[in-house]
């Protein structure tokens, strides 16, 4: 069986919306999902694109997806991969497809001469969290997240 992973084109943007829809459904978020594929379109292959979508694909199809972008680190002084989602089809699952995924992103990385790659995952998804030490990740448990979005976000906005 072939194995392969591929940047995704401006033809796969319904493929990335079943995806990130799939992904929601998995982390009990589907509520949260707003992307279209015109936002889709816009913001990953548009006159600036915010992020970068790669495939995992058989010979049976699209299989698994990472979805990431830049960040910058001032302590290091260097640019990192955030990987925002990072999703394996069910039925693929225990192929070793999400550390293939993790493989890429990890030498995509060092090409491009960054400092890190960091993600986030719920506390609750136990599987993830143990595949992920298993590759040597480290939990940034002294951090804590934050988020302004949707109403909150115009808010702080329109401050003065």
Known sequence: MEIRIRKAQVSDVNEI????RELAIYEK???EMLATPELIRK????????AEVVFLETNGGKAGFALFFHNYSTFLGKPGIYLEDL????????K?????????????????DCGRLEWSVLDWNTPAIEFYKSLGAVSMS????NR?????LKDVAAMS
Request: aromatic share 14%; proline share 2%.
């Open 17 to 20: 919306i079943k995806f990130i």
């Open 29 to 31: 978020l589907e509520h």
């Open 43 to 50: 913001n990953l292959f548009g006159e600036r694109a915010f």
């Open 87 to 94: 999703f394996v089809m069910p039925e693929h699952r225990g």
């Open 96 to 112: 070793g497809y999400g550390k293939r995924l993790l493989v890429y992103l990890a030498r995509l990385a060092v090409e491009r």
């Open 142 to 145: 002294e951090w804590t997240a």
């Open 148 to 152: 302004l979005t949707g109403q909150a």
